[in-house]
């Protein structure tokens, strides 16, 4: 999911939420961003949480991903505490 924070926070302009079923894909799907975002030229700023791999933050400035694992998602809930901002779906 994809949301449109811009006009919302000052804390980035997109927030990109993902989830996996397991620690072993979410440290997957965060080494596959990283390397395919850095390719592009962009830098990542700061990464959280690849350790325990249930939550990784990256942030790359105007968008922060979030890689949960899929129990941790449901736990908290991100996408609705930005309920009114713009979103899209991404299926890969």
Known sequence: MILEIGKKSALCD???IVSAPSNVRVKAIVDHIEEAVEAHG???RHREGYAEAVWVLLDFGDVVVHVFH???RRFYGL???WGDAPRRHYHA
């Open 14 to 16: 997109t927030f990109v």
């Open 42 to 44: 962009h830098r990542l």
């Open 70 to 72: 899929h129990e941790t």
């Open 79 to 81: 996408e609705h505490l």
